[in-house]
T-cell receptor, first 111, second 116 residues
C-alpha cells in the first residue's frame, strides 16, 4: 500500500541549512514532490524529482532521492524566516492514482 | 500569486443553506481537483475531473456535489452541511492525468468554510 511519512516539526536558525526528510513505501513511485504551505494559503509546488534521478538542485533547494531506502529529502540552504511553513512530501505511483501526501513538516526559522 | 483562483475566500453557512465554491484556471490544464484540508492535516482528495468528466469520487457524502461546466471552471455545490465539514477547501489543477506526464498540482489559496 501507499504510505508517506514525515517528521512533524523542524526548527532551525536563520542562515543555517534545513533538511526535511520523507520516507515512502511504494516502490512503483514515478515522481516525488515537495509542496510548501504558508499560513492561510494553498499548497505551492516547490520542486519534484523523477524516480530515476538521485539528485535535483534548484537554487537554494536540493532534493536527494535514495530509491533503495525509499527516502527523499529536501535541503534548504541559507534558510530565511520566509521559509517558515509546512512542507509536504507527496508521491505519485504508476497508473492513474492520485498523489499521496505525507502529514507535513512544520519548519520554524528562528531569527 | 496563484494561477488557480478560488472564490469566495471565506464562507460561513448554516446547516440548512445551499452555497457554491468556485474555482477557475486558465493554464489549459485538463485535470481539476477538490481537496478538503483540516487544520494541521494534509489535504484529502475529494473529487477529480479529467477532461470535464468526473473520474474519481473518494466516497464523498452527497451533500457535496461537484460540477465542471468547462475545462477552466470547477464548482463545488454545498447543501445541508454539518459543522464537521468546516475546513479549508482547496482546488487544484494539473496538465492532465496521463501516466507519462508530471502530475504537478497547482493549488488555489482555498475557501475557508465554517458551518454553524
Amino acid at each position: 500500500g501507499e504510505d508517506v511519512e514525515q517528521s512533524l516539526f523542524l526548527s532551525v536558525r536563520e542562515g543555517d541549512s534545513s533538511v526535511i526528510n520523507c520516507t515512502y513505501t511504494d516502490s512503483s513511485s514515478t515522481y516525488l514532490y515537495w509542496y510548501k504551505q504558508e499560513p492561510g494559503a494553498g499548497l505551492q509546488l516547490l520542486t519534484y524529482i523523477f524516480s530515476n534521478m538521485d539528485m535535483k538542485q534548484d537554487q537554494r533547494l536540493t532534493v536527494l532521492l535514495n530509491k533503495k531506502d525509499k527516502h527523499l529529502s529536501l535541503r534548504i540552504a541559507d534558510t530565511q524566516t520566509g521559509d517558515s511553513a509546512i512542507y509536504f512530501c507527496a508521491e505519485k505511483v504508476a497508473g492513474n492514482t492520485p498523489l499521496v501526501f505525507g502529514k507535513g513538516t512544520r519548519l520554524s526559522v528562528i531569527a | 500569486d496563484t494561477e488557480v483562483t478560488q472564490t469566495p475566500k471565506h464562507l460561513v453557512m448554516g446547516m440548512t443553506n445551499k452555497k457554491s465554491l468556485k474555482c477557475e484556471q486558465h493554464m489549459g490544464h485538463r485535470a481539476m481537483y477538490w481537496y478538503k484540508q483540516k487544520a494541521k492535516k494534509p489535504p484529502e482528495l475529494m473529487f477529480v475531473y479529467s477532461y470535464e468528466k468526473l473520474s474519481i469520487n473518494e466516497s464523498v457524502p452527497s451533500r457535496f456535489s461537484p460540477e465542471c461546466p468547462n475545462s477552466s471552471l470547477l464548482n463545488l455545490h454545498l447543501h445541508a452541511l454539518q459543522p464537521e465539514d468546516s475546513a479549508l477547501y482547496l482546488c487544484a489543477s494539473s496538465q492532465d492525468r496521463g501516466r507519462l506526464v508530471v502530475q504537478a498540482l497547482h493549488f488555489g489559496n482555498g475557501t475557508r468554510l465554517t458551518v454553524t
